[in-house]
């Protein structure tokens, strides 16, 4: 009986020591994920609120791409303002990887598809 009492202890320890060692390392203070389906230019992604509660960058990740002929996607941030013309934090070029605009602030925002030909993403993971 205290062998098996060893065992399942060693194997309890093991399971705590890779949970601790495989769990993620903290991320921002928000996220979500989703895809894209035969976007054309002006179409924009959901919105999403930063609390701006830590110092973390705003990026878009982008894996699985067709995009119709150039080898990339312009994309816009913008941030809302109600009853104003909403405001733009610039432009990257995401050639089906991540890219970043770093840390923007407290506001809701989306991103726009910037191009003239269809855009088709199986992963976007967007981070803030």
């Not at 065992?7 to 979500?32: D, H, K, M, N, Q």
């Not at 989703?34 to 609120?49: A, C, K, M, Q, V």
Request: charged share 15%; net charge neutral; with cysteine.
């Amino acid at each position: 009986m205290r062998v098996k009492l060893n065992r399942v202890g060693v194997v309890i320890a093991a399971a705590a020591a890779a949970t601790f060692t495989l769990a993620p390392p903290a991320s921002a203070e928000g996220s979500w994920s989703s895809y894209i389906s035969n976007w054309r230019g002006g179409d924009e992604s959901r919105r999403w609120t930063d609390n701006h509660s830590d110092g973390s960058s705003t990026t878009v990740s982008f894996s699985g791409c067709s995009f119709g002929g150039p080898s990339s996607a312009t994309l816009e941030l913008d941030h809302v303002r109600d009853f104003l013309p909403d405001v733009s934090h610039g432009t990257r070029s995401n050639s089906c990887n991540t890219v970043s605009w770093g840390e923007v602030g407290k506001a809701e925002f989306y991103f726009v598809y910037i191009g003239s030909t269809r855009l088709s993403v199986n992963s976007v993971v967007t981070r803030y």
